[in-house]
Protein backbone atom coordinates (compact mmCIF):
# COMPACT_ATOMS: atom_id res chain seq x y z
CA UNK A 1 0.00 0.00 0.00
CA UNK A 2 1.20 3.33 -0.90
CA UNK A 3 2.42 5.70 1.49
CA UNK A 4 2.30 10.03 0.69
CA UNK A 5 4.68 12.35 3.11
CA UNK A 6 3.96 15.56 3.97
CA UNK A 7 6.10 18.20 5.26
CA UNK A 8 4.28 20.88 7.79
CA UNK A 9 7.52 22.58 9.41
CA UNK A 10 6.81 25.40 10.86
CA UNK A 11 3.28 25.50 10.98
CA UNK A 12 1.49 25.97 14.37
CA UNK A 13 -1.00 23.96 15.83
CA UNK A 14 -4.12 23.79 15.16
CA UNK A 15 -2.60 24.01 11.51
CA UNK A 16 -0.58 21.03 11.14
CA UNK A 17 -3.80 18.88 12.38
CA UNK A 18 -5.89 20.47 9.76
CA UNK A 19 -3.20 19.80 6.68
CA UNK A 20 -3.06 16.25 8.23
CA UNK A 21 -7.08 16.46 7.94
CA UNK A 22 -7.48 17.72 4.71
CA UNK A 23 -4.56 15.39 3.08
CA UNK A 24 -6.57 11.97 5.10
CA UNK A 25 -9.86 12.69 3.86
CA UNK A 26 -8.11 12.32 0.28
CA UNK A 27 -6.91 9.25 0.84
CA UNK A 28 -8.21 5.74 1.05
CA UNK A 29 -8.66 3.25 3.70
CA UNK A 30 -5.32 1.46 4.34
CA UNK A 31 -2.72 4.01 3.00
CA UNK A 32 -0.56 5.50 4.92
CA UNK A 33 0.07 9.00 5.88
CA UNK A 34 4.08 10.33 7.24
CA UNK A 35 3.41 14.00 8.63
CA UNK A 36 6.45 15.91 9.72
CA UNK A 37 5.96 19.08 11.62
CA UNK A 38 7.78 21.19 14.01
CA UNK A 39 4.99 22.36 16.58
CA UNK A 40 5.70 19.84 19.20
CA UNK A 41 2.33 20.35 20.39
CA UNK A 42 1.44 17.99 16.94
CA UNK A 43 2.79 15.16 19.08
CA UNK A 44 -0.10 14.98 21.36
CA UNK A 45 -2.72 16.94 18.67
CA UNK A 46 -2.36 14.88 15.49
CA UNK A 47 -2.81 11.04 17.56
CA UNK A 48 -6.24 12.56 19.79
CA UNK A 49 -7.21 13.49 16.22
CA UNK A 50 -6.51 10.35 14.49
CA UNK A 51 -8.19 8.48 17.51
CA UNK A 52 -11.94 10.35 17.36
CA UNK A 53 -11.64 10.35 13.62
CA UNK A 54 -11.36 6.80 13.71
CA UNK A 55 -7.48 6.32 12.21
CA UNK A 56 -4.66 4.21 13.49
CA UNK A 57 -1.41 5.72 14.29
CA UNK A 58 1.58 3.72 13.68
CA UNK A 59 4.75 5.64 15.29
CA UNK A 60 5.61 9.06 16.70
CA UNK A 61 8.27 10.43 16.95
CA UNK A 62 10.42 13.59 18.35
CA UNK A 63 13.63 14.63 17.67
CA UNK A 64 15.26 18.19 18.83
CA UNK A 65 13.43 20.03 16.22
CA UNK A 66 11.14 17.81 14.35
CA UNK A 67 7.71 15.63 15.22
CA UNK A 68 7.27 12.68 12.74
CA UNK A 69 3.91 10.88 12.78
CA UNK A 70 2.68 8.01 10.61
CA UNK A 71 -0.74 6.89 10.44
CA UNK A 72 -2.67 4.81 8.56
CA UNK A 73 -6.52 5.98 7.41
CA UNK A 74 -9.44 4.22 8.87
CA UNK A 75 -12.40 3.17 7.42
CA UNK B 1 -41.49 -12.18 -1.75
CA UNK B 2 -38.81 -11.79 1.05
CA UNK B 3 -40.30 -10.17 3.90
CA UNK B 4 -38.46 -8.15 6.66
CA UNK B 5 -38.28 -9.77 10.08
CA UNK B 6 -39.03 -7.92 12.53
CA UNK B 7 -35.66 -6.87 14.24
CA UNK B 8 -35.35 -5.43 10.25
CA UNK B 9 -38.21 -3.48 10.47
CA UNK B 10 -36.93 -2.28 14.12
CA UNK B 11 -33.33 -1.55 12.74
CA UNK B 12 -34.88 0.26 9.84
CA UNK B 13 -37.59 2.23 11.60
CA UNK B 14 -34.56 3.34 14.72
CA UNK B 15 -32.50 4.30 11.33
CA UNK B 16 -35.14 6.64 10.26
CA UNK B 17 -35.49 8.22 13.75
CA UNK B 18 -31.68 8.78 14.38
CA UNK B 19 -31.28 12.58 14.15
CA UNK B 20 -28.06 14.07 13.89
CA UNK B 21 -26.28 16.99 14.88
CA UNK B 22 -23.62 19.22 14.23
CA UNK B 23 -21.82 20.96 16.94
CA UNK B 24 -19.65 24.75 17.16
CA UNK B 25 -16.67 23.16 19.57
CA UNK B 26 -14.49 26.44 21.11
CA UNK B 27 -12.94 23.90 23.45
CA UNK B 28 -14.66 25.51 26.50
CA UNK B 29 -17.35 24.00 28.98
CA UNK B 30 -20.01 25.18 27.37
CA UNK B 31 -20.12 23.83 24.18
CA UNK B 32 -19.34 20.60 26.04
CA UNK B 33 -21.97 20.76 27.96
CA UNK B 34 -24.66 21.32 25.56
CA UNK B 35 -23.38 18.32 23.00
CA UNK B 36 -23.30 15.94 26.08
CA UNK B 37 -27.17 17.17 27.09
CA UNK B 38 -27.87 16.66 23.26
CA UNK B 39 -25.73 13.18 23.58
CA UNK B 40 -28.35 12.16 26.63
CA UNK B 41 -31.72 12.57 24.34
CA UNK B 42 -30.00 9.73 22.35
CA UNK B 43 -29.19 12.24 19.22
CA UNK B 44 -25.70 11.59 17.70
CA UNK B 45 -23.23 14.83 17.40
CA UNK B 46 -20.19 15.42 15.52
CA UNK B 47 -18.36 18.82 16.17
CA UNK B 48 -16.90 21.59 13.96
CA UNK B 49 -14.43 23.51 15.00
CA UNK B 50 -13.68 26.57 13.09
CA UNK B 51 -9.44 28.21 13.09
CA UNK B 52 -9.81 32.51 12.57
CA UNK B 53 -5.84 32.44 13.05
CA UNK B 54 -6.63 33.84 16.60
CA UNK B 55 -7.95 31.05 18.53
CA UNK B 56 -6.51 30.90 21.54
CA UNK B 57 -5.85 26.98 21.42
CA UNK B 58 -2.40 25.98 20.54
CA UNK B 59 0.37 28.66 19.39
CA UNK B 60 1.89 30.39 21.92
CA UNK B 61 2.43 27.48 24.13
CA UNK B 62 4.48 26.03 21.49
CA UNK B 63 6.29 29.49 21.63
CA UNK B 64 7.50 30.77 24.98
CA UNK B 65 9.38 28.99 27.61
CA UNK B 66 7.42 29.54 30.67
CA UNK B 67 4.76 27.06 28.74
CA UNK B 68 6.88 24.44 27.82
CA UNK B 69 5.91 22.82 31.05
CA UNK B 70 2.18 23.34 30.84
CA UNK B 71 0.33 19.94 28.67
CA UNK B 72 0.48 20.53 25.39
CA UNK B 73 -3.35 20.26 24.59
CA UNK B 74 -5.76 21.81 22.00
CA UNK B 75 -8.79 21.59 23.93
CA UNK B 76 -11.54 21.47 20.98
CA UNK B 77 -9.38 18.07 20.46
CA UNK B 78 -9.63 17.25 24.23
CA UNK B 79 -13.62 17.89 24.16
CA UNK B 80 -14.18 16.29 21.08
CA UNK B 81 -12.66 12.74 22.33
CA UNK B 82 -14.32 12.82 26.29
CA UNK B 83 -17.55 13.39 24.47
CA UNK B 84 -16.64 10.89 22.43
CA UNK B 85 -17.21 12.57 18.81
CA UNK B 86 -15.89 13.07 15.82
CA UNK B 87 -14.48 16.83 15.18
CA UNK B 88 -13.87 18.50 12.24
CA UNK B 89 -11.51 21.65 11.95
CA UNK B 90 -12.05 23.83 9.05
CA UNK B 91 -9.57 26.24 7.85
CA UNK B 92 -11.41 29.53 7.63
CA UNK B 93 -8.32 32.14 8.21
CA UNK B 94 -9.13 33.93 4.75
CA UNK B 95 -12.93 34.35 5.04
CA UNK B 96 -12.37 35.36 8.58
CA UNK B 97 -10.81 38.44 7.45
CA UNK B 98 -14.08 40.00 6.07
CA UNK B 99 -15.94 38.99 9.35
CA UNK B 100 -13.05 41.20 11.21
CA UNK B 101 -12.42 43.60 9.05
CA UNK B 102 -16.02 44.95 8.02
CA UNK B 103 -18.19 44.08 10.87
CA UNK B 104 -22.27 44.90 10.36
CA UNK B 105 -22.73 44.61 13.86
CA UNK B 106 -19.49 46.36 14.49
CA UNK B 107 -16.75 45.36 17.73
CA UNK B 108 -17.37 44.22 21.34
CA UNK B 109 -15.00 46.26 24.24
CA UNK B 110 -12.07 45.35 22.04
CA UNK B 111 -11.33 44.45 18.70
CA UNK B 112 -13.77 41.20 19.08
CA UNK B 113 -16.70 41.58 16.35
CA UNK B 114 -18.36 38.47 18.33
CA UNK B 115 -22.12 39.11 16.79
CA UNK B 116 -20.90 39.02 13.27
CA UNK B 117 -18.35 35.99 13.97
CA UNK B 118 -21.17 33.88 15.69
CA UNK B 119 -23.38 34.60 12.54
CA UNK B 120 -20.51 33.81 10.31
CA UNK B 121 -19.77 30.13 12.34
CA UNK B 122 -23.35 28.98 12.08
CA UNK B 123 -23.80 30.01 8.67
CA UNK B 124 -20.50 28.09 8.07
CA UNK B 125 -22.11 25.17 9.82
CA UNK B 126 -25.07 25.36 8.04
CA UNK B 127 -23.05 25.10 4.63
CA UNK B 128 -20.94 21.90 6.05
CA UNK B 129 -24.60 20.45 6.49
CA UNK B 130 -25.38 21.05 2.91
CA UNK B 131 -21.75 20.17 1.66
CA UNK B 132 -22.18 16.89 3.76
CA UNK B 133 -25.88 16.15 3.25
CA UNK B 134 -25.39 12.42 2.40
CA UNK B 135 -24.66 11.95 6.32
CA UNK B 136 -27.74 13.22 7.59
CA UNK B 137 -27.48 16.59 9.63
CA UNK B 138 -30.69 17.65 10.91
CA UNK B 139 -29.60 20.57 13.40
CA UNK B 140 -27.07 22.51 15.20
CA UNK B 141 -25.86 23.66 18.24
CA UNK B 142 -23.97 25.56 20.06
CA UNK B 143 -23.07 26.12 24.21
CA UNK B 144 -24.54 29.57 23.84
CA UNK B 145 -25.99 30.76 27.03
CA UNK B 146 -28.05 33.97 27.47
CA UNK B 147 -26.25 37.00 29.28
CA UNK B 148 -23.01 35.38 29.20
CA UNK B 149 -21.10 37.75 27.06
CA UNK B 150 -22.18 41.47 26.83
CA UNK B 151 -22.41 41.71 22.91
CA UNK B 152 -23.50 38.56 21.08
CA UNK B 153 -25.17 36.53 23.79
CA UNK B 154 -27.90 39.08 24.93
CA UNK B 155 -31.47 37.18 24.41
CA UNK B 156 -32.37 39.82 21.77
CA UNK B 157 -29.49 38.74 19.83
CA UNK B 158 -29.78 34.85 20.36
CA UNK B 159 -32.62 35.23 16.69
CA UNK B 160 -30.58 37.71 15.31
CA UNK B 161 -27.72 35.05 14.71
CA UNK B 162 -30.38 32.10 14.29
CA UNK B 163 -32.17 34.13 10.90
CA UNK B 164 -28.58 36.16 9.46
CA UNK B 165 -27.14 32.28 10.10
CA UNK B 166 -29.43 31.14 7.83
CA UNK B 167 -30.09 28.22 10.36
CA UNK B 168 -33.50 29.49 11.40
CA UNK B 169 -35.17 27.06 13.45
CA UNK B 170 -32.04 24.53 13.07
CA UNK B 171 -30.21 26.44 15.83
CA UNK B 172 -30.76 24.79 19.54
CA UNK B 173 -29.04 26.14 22.27
CA UNK B 174 -29.51 23.36 25.16
CA UNK B 175 -28.42 25.76 27.96
CA UNK B 176 -30.61 28.71 27.28
CA UNK B 177 -32.99 26.60 24.93
CA UNK B 178 -36.00 26.76 27.53
CA UNK B 179 -35.59 30.83 27.74
CA UNK B 180 -36.28 30.64 23.69
CA UNK B 181 -38.20 29.89 20.93
CA UNK B 182 -38.65 26.22 19.99
CA UNK B 183 -36.95 25.22 17.82
CA UNK B 184 -37.73 22.79 14.71
CA UNK B 185 -36.13 19.66 16.42
CA UNK B 186 -37.78 20.16 19.60
CA UNK B 187 -41.71 20.73 17.66
CA UNK B 188 -40.74 17.65 15.89
CA UNK B 189 -39.84 15.73 19.17
CA UNK B 190 -36.61 15.08 18.29
CA UNK B 191 -35.37 15.88 21.39
CA UNK B 192 -37.52 16.66 24.32
CA UNK B 193 -37.91 20.58 25.31
CA UNK B 194 -38.48 19.93 29.20
CA UNK B 195 -34.56 18.01 28.95
CA UNK B 196 -32.85 20.95 28.05
CA UNK B 197 -31.96 24.12 30.50
CA UNK B 198 -32.68 27.77 31.04
CA UNK B 199 -29.55 28.68 32.08
CA UNK B 200 -29.06 32.85 31.75
CA UNK B 201 -26.85 35.48 32.51
CA UNK B 202 -22.67 35.58 33.74
CA UNK B 203 -22.61 33.32 36.69
CA UNK B 204 -20.62 29.91 35.75
CA UNK B 205 -22.18 28.33 38.85
CA UNK B 206 -25.11 26.17 36.87
CA UNK B 207 -22.49 25.52 34.17
CA UNK B 208 -19.87 24.03 36.81
CA UNK B 209 -22.78 22.18 38.81
CA UNK B 210 -24.08 20.40 35.35
CA UNK B 211 -20.27 19.59 35.01
CA UNK B 212 -20.24 17.87 38.01
CA UNK B 213 -23.54 15.94 37.03
CA UNK B 214 -21.91 14.66 33.65
CA UNK B 215 -18.75 13.77 35.49
CA UNK B 216 -16.79 16.23 33.70
CA UNK B 217 -13.49 17.89 35.35
CA UNK B 218 -10.34 19.29 34.32
CA UNK B 219 -12.27 21.71 31.73
CA UNK B 220 -10.77 24.80 30.47
CA UNK B 221 -12.45 27.80 31.35
CA UNK B 222 -11.25 30.73 29.47
CA UNK B 223 -10.96 34.21 31.05
CA UNK B 224 -11.93 35.96 28.11
CA UNK B 225 -13.73 34.42 25.22
CA UNK B 226 -12.33 31.75 22.92
CA UNK B 227 -9.98 34.03 21.21
CA UNK B 228 -7.39 36.51 21.40
CA UNK B 229 -9.63 39.81 19.91
CA UNK B 230 -11.24 39.68 23.50
CA UNK B 231 -7.68 40.68 24.70
CA UNK B 232 -6.65 44.44 25.59
CA UNK B 233 -3.52 44.38 24.61
CA UNK B 234 -3.68 42.36 21.37
CA UNK B 235 -6.13 44.37 20.32
CA UNK B 236 -3.59 47.54 20.90
CA UNK B 237 -1.37 45.71 18.77
CA UNK B 238 -3.69 45.09 15.77
CA UNK B 239 -4.89 48.08 15.54
CA UNK B 240 -1.24 49.75 15.73
CA UNK B 241 -0.81 47.15 12.81
CA UNK B 242 -3.45 48.34 10.37
CA UNK B 243 -2.62 52.05 11.18
CA UNK B 244 1.58 51.67 10.40
CA UNK B 245 0.10 49.81 6.96
CA UNK B 246 -2.72 52.08 6.13
CA UNK B 247 -5.16 49.85 5.75
CA UNK B 248 -7.26 47.16 7.54
CA UNK B 249 -5.51 44.26 6.36
CA UNK B 250 -3.30 41.07 7.90
CA UNK B 251 -2.23 38.04 6.64
CA UNK B 252 -1.57 34.80 8.89
CA UNK B 253 2.10 35.21 9.73
CA UNK B 254 0.97 39.07 11.17
CA UNK B 255 -1.47 37.97 13.50
CA UNK B 256 0.89 34.93 15.03
CA UNK B 257 3.98 37.63 15.68
CA UNK B 258 1.69 39.63 17.25
CA UNK B 259 1.11 37.08 20.10
CA UNK B 260 4.98 36.57 20.29
CA UNK B 261 7.39 39.47 21.53
CA UNK B 262 7.90 42.64 22.87
CA UNK B 263 6.27 44.92 20.73
CA UNK B 264 8.46 48.27 20.41
CA UNK B 265 7.54 51.16 18.10
CA UNK B 266 10.37 54.15 18.39
CA UNK B 267 8.98 55.38 14.48
CA UNK B 268 5.83 55.55 12.36
CA UNK B 269 7.64 53.56 10.09
CA UNK B 270 8.67 50.36 11.83
CA UNK B 271 8.43 48.20 15.02
CA UNK B 272 10.74 46.26 16.36
CA UNK B 273 9.50 42.56 17.78
CA UNK B 274 12.10 41.83 20.21
CA UNK B 275 12.35 38.17 21.84
CA UNK B 276 11.52 37.51 25.64
CA UNK B 277 13.23 34.49 26.14
CA UNK B 278 15.11 31.58 24.07
CA UNK B 279 11.72 29.97 22.89
CA UNK B 280 10.37 33.07 21.06
CA UNK B 281 14.32 33.39 19.93
CA UNK B 282 13.56 30.35 17.87
CA UNK B 283 10.59 31.30 16.66
CA UNK B 284 11.69 34.80 15.37
CA UNK B 285 14.60 33.02 13.79
CA UNK B 286 12.32 30.90 11.44
CA UNK B 287 11.35 34.67 9.95
CA UNK B 288 14.55 35.57 9.17
CA UNK B 289 14.48 35.10 5.83
CA UNK B 290 11.86 37.69 5.16
CA UNK B 291 12.33 40.08 8.10
CA UNK B 292 15.42 42.31 8.79
CA UNK B 293 16.81 40.88 12.19
CA UNK B 294 19.34 41.93 14.39
CA UNK B 295 20.77 40.43 17.37
CA UNK B 296 24.09 41.23 19.36
CA UNK B 297 27.01 39.72 18.73
CA UNK B 298 29.63 41.21 22.07
CA UNK B 299 27.19 39.85 24.38
CA UNK B 300 24.33 37.66 25.03
CA UNK B 301 20.88 39.49 23.86
CA UNK B 302 17.75 38.89 22.36
CA UNK B 303 16.63 37.58 18.40
CA UNK B 304 14.69 41.13 17.07
CA UNK B 305 12.81 41.26 13.68
CA UNK B 306 11.91 44.90 12.15
CA UNK B 307 8.82 44.97 10.94
CA UNK B 308 8.07 47.70 8.35
CA UNK B 309 9.78 49.91 6.15
CA UNK B 310 12.80 50.74 7.85
CA UNK B 311 15.52 53.27 6.56
CA UNK B 312 19.10 52.94 6.74
CA UNK B 313 19.58 55.64 8.57
CA UNK B 314 17.70 53.95 11.19
CA UNK B 315 19.89 50.90 11.52
CA UNK B 316 21.28 53.00 14.46
CA UNK B 317 18.11 53.56 16.59
CA UNK B 318 17.08 49.69 16.08
CA UNK B 319 20.41 48.30 17.19
CA UNK B 320 20.67 50.24 20.09
CA UNK B 321 16.99 49.97 21.30
CA UNK B 322 17.81 45.52 20.62
CA UNK B 323 21.20 45.73 22.55
CA UNK B 324 19.31 47.45 25.76
CA UNK B 325 17.08 44.17 25.89
CA UNK B 326 20.44 41.75 26.25
CA UNK B 327 23.04 41.38 28.55
CA UNK B 328 25.22 44.71 27.43
CA UNK B 329 22.21 47.10 28.33
CA UNK B 330 25.09 48.85 30.99
CA UNK B 331 27.83 48.57 28.22
CA UNK B 332 29.13 51.54 26.30
CA UNK B 333 28.81 49.62 23.85
CA UNK B 334 27.51 46.90 21.78
CA UNK B 335 28.06 44.92 18.56
CA UNK B 336 25.08 43.79 16.87
CA UNK B 337 24.35 42.04 12.96
CA UNK B 338 21.86 43.04 11.03
CA UNK B 339 20.42 40.52 9.20
CA UNK B 340 19.39 41.62 5.72
CA UNK B 341 17.40 39.10 3.77
CA UNK B 342 19.63 38.56 0.64
CA UNK B 343 21.79 40.77 0.81
CA UNK B 344 25.11 41.16 2.81
CA UNK B 345 24.62 41.53 6.70
CA UNK B 346 25.59 44.60 8.78
CA UNK B 347 27.53 45.18 11.89
CA UNK B 348 26.80 47.95 14.00
CA UNK B 349 28.46 48.80 16.54
CA UNK B 350 26.38 51.13 18.97
CA UNK B 351 25.56 52.29 22.75
CA UNK B 352 22.83 50.58 24.29
CA UNK B 353 19.55 52.73 24.24
CA UNK B 354 18.87 54.83 27.41
CA UNK B 355 16.30 53.39 29.50
CA UNK B 356 14.63 56.96 30.32
CA UNK B 357 14.70 57.67 27.01
CA UNK B 358 12.69 54.87 25.99
CA UNK B 359 9.21 56.29 26.02
CA UNK B 360 6.25 54.64 27.09
CA UNK B 361 3.82 54.74 24.10
CA UNK B 362 6.69 53.39 22.01
CA UNK B 363 5.57 49.87 24.26
CA UNK B 364 2.71 48.55 22.37
S1 LIG C 1 -14.48 35.71 21.37
FE1 LIG C 1 -13.57 35.64 19.30
S2 LIG C 1 -14.10 33.59 18.50
FE2 LIG C 1 -15.44 33.99 20.26
S3 LIG C 1 -17.32 34.89 19.35
FE3 LIG C 1 -16.00 36.62 19.93
S4 LIG C 1 -14.82 37.08 18.11
FE4 LIG C 1 -15.67 35.03 17.81
New binding site residues.
Given amino acids: MSRIKIDLSRMLCPMPVIKTQNQVNRMLSGQELEITCTDPGALNDIPVWARINGHQILAANQTDDEVIITLKVGG | MRSLSVEQLNLINSMANKHKAIALI ?1 GGLDSMLAVKVIQEQGIEVEGINFY ?1 G ?2 VEGHTHAIRNQDKEKQKRNNALWVAEQLGIKLHIVDVIEEYKDVLINPKHGY ?1 ANM ?3 LD ?2 IF ?1 VNKAVDWIEEHHAQGFDFIITGEVIGQRPM ?1 QLKAKMPIIAKQSGANDRLVRPLSAKNLEQTLPEREGWIVREKLYGFTGRSRKPQIELAKQFGFDDFATPA ?4 F ?2 DKSYSDKLTDLWQAKNAKEYELDDIMLLKVGRHVRPKANFKLIIARDSGECKFLEGYRKEFISIRALSHKGPMALVDGDIDEGDYDLAASIVARFGQGKFADEVELDINIPEQPSLQISTAPFANENMLQEWYL
Fill in positions: STFCGNPCCKMSGGCCLT
